[in-house]
Every structure is written in C-alpha cells, then in structure tokens.
C-alpha cells in the first residue's frame, strides 16, 4: 500500500459565501467518511490563507523568517487529504471524485516518498 497527497489548490482570496461553501463543505464530508470506510483514509486538514504562513530560509547557519508563501500565486494550497491505497489509479479515483465535488477548482495527486 502507498500513500498518496490529494491537494486541493483554491484562488486566493476570502472564501466563497456558505450557500456555495456549504454544499462543497457537505460532499466532501461524505466522501471523506467513503474514503475512511473504504479503509484508505490516513489524515485531512483545512489549512488558513497564505497570509498566515512563515517561511523560513537558512542564511549562512541563520534562519530567517518571512511572511507569506515565496511565491505569489493566483492559486493557493488550501487543504489536503492523503489516502493509503493499493497504487496510482486507486489514488486518482478518489482524487477524480474529490475533484468532481469542488469543480472547477483542481486537485493534484502525488504519491509519498517512503
């Protein structure tokens, strides 16, 4: 079995209002609660905006911290789930049906270095 990151990557900027959020928020609780009865479901989290992120760069032994994400982007990582499955397409089945709940927003499938 391998495991597998499912990102869900949304625009940056202040979240859809709850009647679009809501029905979002409710597939995927279903299909979080599929993935755990299918015995595949390792761990998933929302994550806060990018504004609330800390990079952390090492300069010459010194860390030094900066606000924000590097990289300013149109798109941003704003939550995961990683599954544990028997291979790749396992893995991009769960990440199609994910990707069918939050249409038109992308999800990305990778697999976890062991």
């Known amino acids: ?3 597998y990151l499912l990102s869900i990557y949304q625009p940056d ?7 679009v959020l809501g029905p979002i928020m409710e597939g995927l609780g279903k299909l979080n609660e599929e993935i755990r009865a299918a015995g595949a479901w390792v761990f998933a989290a929302g994550l806060h905006g990018p504004e609330s992120a800390t990079v952390i760069r090492d300069r010459g ?3 030094v911290l900066t606000d924000g994400p590097f ?3 149109k798109e941003v990582l704003g939550g995961f789930t990683i599954i544990q499955v028997e291979d790749l397409d396992a893995a991009l089945s769960w990440g199609g049906r994910m990707a069918k ?3 038109p927003l992308a999800v990305e499938v990778r697999p976890i270095q062991s």
Request: charged letters at 20%.
């Open 61 to 63: 032994g010194e860390a």
């Open 1 to 3: 079995m391998r495991q």
């Open 101 to 103: 709940i939050l249409a």
């Open 71 to 73: 990289a300013e982007g």
């Open 13 to 19: 900027g202040p979240p859809p209002p709850p009647e």
